[in-house]
């Protein structure tokens, strides 16, 4: 099924769709998809106009697509031969990595947990203010708040994520405060604070769980792949010729037992085989 068509050029629905996820075909919206197809055009025209200049027959061009396509069949060869070696990592690794990378999951500012209460009017903040205390504030905010969230769902939340309105306040405040009416664009509101993590204190594991799942897993695709690679130098002649690379020298001056062998080492590899 064609979609659009630039001349003789056709863009169909089935390359449409192998350009995004299935999944996402029942949530982005139309225009998303209508924004695509207008990129396609624009982009088909200016390939038609390169074309009749004849760029595509530039010896340079010609070295660049090369280079595009073996680099393309590299990575889907890759990629297939991995699709079959999924690799999920368990807890106890996911933990022992937690542990031995605390300092990479510092906080870089304080950080808070709070639940709010949001009304219309500076009046029925008043009156609710009058009501709350520690204890019943979810109460109260889950019968008048405009918005509410039980205690137990709320995140941490980085200065960057909370309305400057009630920044301020909170971020001189202690767990268990409860404020004044803060006036908001949206609202006035009365915010408890239920915890705070100052700058440099370690994320908790459980919120940066998943963001050591994908790097156990990008560092299992490169082991992979790297083994891989091993895999099929096996057999195969590879060789430089370190004398004809260019660049500087390093010209680090080396004293002592390093000199001499570096100097040796160089002469010795300028043709050898790289395993």
Known sequence: MVLAQVDQAKLTLEEVRESFPPEYEKVLPREQYLDFIQRWIDDEVVYQQALRSKLDQDPKVVRKLEQLRRKAVIEEFLAREGANQEFEPDEAAMTRYYEMHKDEFKRKSAQFRYVHIRVNSLKEALALRSKVRGDNFSAIASGNSLDSTGEAAVPFRKPGEIPACLLHDLSEARP???????????????????????????????????VINNQLVMEQKDRMREAKIRQYKEG????VN???????????????EDSAPVEEQNHADSASAIH
Request: charged share 20%; glycine share 10%; proline share 9%.
């Open 176 to 210: 268990g405060w409860i404020s004044a009416p803060l006036s908001c664009p949206d609202g006035v509101y009365l915010v408890k604070l239920l915890e705070r993590q100052e700058a440099g204190i370690p994320a908790p594991f459980s919120e940066v769980k998943e």
């Open 236 to 239: 195969v002649a590879v060789n």
């Open 242 to 256: 370190l004398d004809l690379i260019p660049g500087q020298e390093n010209t680090q001056e080396k004293t002592g």
